[in-house]
């Protein structure tokens, strides 16, 4: 059982950063892949990042690349989301994820994933 808490939201203009966090409870955190999903009102929850257990291997969606950074820190149960040069498009709720089952291909598919988080609100506007 991994439970999960997000914080790190917030209110940020067009270009700015923020960076989030995911405190994941449970002495198996080490053993599950962590994602970071997004979702707006009226539209499917949607893939954002991946990292596998050690850290090594990472995933993002093509509208991330390059601006965004999924880390985790397996010594103190937390995953994070370094975000820079955020745009309106980004506005969304951001929810942590955990699955055990490595894959990959379907590491976008929420899905496979165990546990969320309760998310937290990303607003970008000027």
């Known amino acids: 059982q991994v439970q999960l808490v997000e914080s790190g939201g917030g209110l940020v203009q067009p270009g700015g950063s923020l960076r989030l966090s995911c405190a994941a409870s449970?002495?198996?955190?080490?053993?599950?892949?962590m994602g970071w999903f997004r979702q707006v009102p009226g539209k499917e929850r949607e893939f954002v990042a991946f990292?596998?257990?050690?850290?090594?291997?990472?995933y993002y969606v093509d509208f991330v690349k390059g601006r965004f950074t999924i880390s985790r820190d397996n010594t103190k149960n937390t995953v994070h989301l370094q975000m820079n040069n955020l745009n309106p498009e980004d506005t969304a709720v951001y929810y942590c994820?955990?699955?055990?089952?490595?894959?990959?291909?379907?590491?976008?598919?929420?899905?496979?994933?165990?546990?969320w988080g309760q998310g937290t609100q990303v607003t970008v506007s000027s």
């Open positions: 994820a955990a699955r055990s089952r490595w894959s990959a291909s379907d590491y976008y598919e929420k899905v496979q994933y165990d546990y």
């Open positions: 449970g002495r198996t955190f080490s053993t599950y892949h």
């Open positions: 990292i596998g257990t050690t850290g090594i291997i990472k």
